[in-house]
């Protein structure tokens, strides 16, 4: 929300309540303590909202900023994980077999981890490569 709106608006209520007092006092005084408790009241709540509205338009930004900033890497991470467990399989099929010791080959993530990033993966929206 562009703040010089919040401004004007803001100001415009506090003069139509601020010329409401006015007129309110020289014609009825007795209900010019009512009047005011309401201008506050509602002058309150527009600050409010003006805050919320404010807060949460930063929020989607941060939102976007991060879902950009994802752009499909964690799609690309697992396949290459998976590519390059294959490849090591690969290469370590190739070597003679001799009575070394074995070497451990198994994925650093366990395979419902890796589901896991994938489904989450997946739910992320995607965005075209800056």
């Given at each position: 929300?562009?703040k010089?709106?919040?401004?004007?608006?803001?100001?415009?209520?506090?003069?139509?309540?601020?010329?409401?007092?006015?007129?309110?006092?020289?014609?009825?005084?007795?209900?010019?303590?009512?009047?005011?408790?309401?201008?506050?009241?509602?002058?309150?709540?527009?600050?409010?909202?003006?805050?919320?509205?404010?807060?949460?338009?930063?929020?989607?930004?941060?939102?976007?900023?991060?879902?950009?900033?994802?752009?499909?890497?964690?799609?690309?991470?697992?396949?290459?994980?998976?590519?390059?467990?294959?490849?090591?399989?690969a290469?370590?099929?190739?070597?003679?077999?001799?009575?070394?010791?074995p070497?451990?080959?198994?994925?650093?993530?366990?395979?419902?981890?890796?589901?896991?990033?994938?489904?989450?993966?997946?739910?992320?929206?995607?965005?075209?490569?800056?």
């Open positions: 929300m562009n010089t709106v919040v401004f004007v608006t803001f100001a415009a209520l506090a003069a139509v309540g601020l010329i409401g007092a006015v007129v309110l006092a020289i014609h009825r005084p007795d209900a010019t303590a009512t009047f005011t408790g309401l201008i506050v009241t509602v002058l309150g709540l527009a600050a409010s909202a003006a805050g919320t509205f404010y807060a949460l338009g930063k929020q989607g930004e941060k939102l976007d900023t991060v879902a950009k900033n994802v752009n499909g890497n964690s799609t690309r991470m697992l396949d290459t994980i998976e590519q390059q467990q294959v490849q090591i399989q290469l370590l099929s190739a070597l003679p077999a001799n009575n070394a010791t070497v451990d080959t198994t994925p650093p993530m366990s395979e419902d981890t890796i589901v896991r990033l994938r489904a989450d993966a997946d739910r992320l929206p995607r965005h075209a490569a800056s």
